[in-house]
């Protein structure tokens, strides 16, 4: 059975950093998309990042344009995203997850997901 377990979510201030892993187990990396997606209480899920196991292929919301970064580490099977320059906008439960398909329908896709970890912003 796949998991995908995120840590490193927290509490900043607004322009502060966090960097969120995702360890990932029992999946053929190379066949999948994987990526981040936030969700607040009583709001429509949000795709963050995405990016392609094999390949350098990346995508953002534009509302994260600029201020993160996704990326892998294919020897320690983990995904990470790297968050700068926090806005309490930004505030919500960030979900890694990993679908067949990259791009517009990835997070109606999904075939793995952690079980989200909270961040929060600041004023």
């Known amino acids: 059975q796949v998991h995908m377990e995120e840590s490193g979510g927290g509490s900043v201030p607004a322009g502060g950093f966090l ?11 190379e066949h999948y998309a994987f990526g981040w997606y936030r969700q607040n209480p009583g709001r429509e899920r949000e795709t963050v990042a995405l990016l392609k196991w094999s390949g350098d292929a990346t ?48 997070l109606k896709s999904l075939d793995a997901w952690g079980q989200g970890t909270l961040v929060t912003v600041s004023p």
């Open 19 to 29: 960097r969120l892993p995702c360890a990932i187990s029992r999946l053929s990396f």
């Open 59 to 106: 995508l953002y919301a534009d509302s994260v344009k600029g201020r993160f970064t996704v990326s892998r580490d294919n020897n320690q099977k983990t995904l990470y995203l790297e968050m700068n320059n926090l806005k309490p906008e930004d505030t919500a439960t960030y979900y890694c997850a990993a679908s067949l398909v990259y791009g517009g329908s990835w």
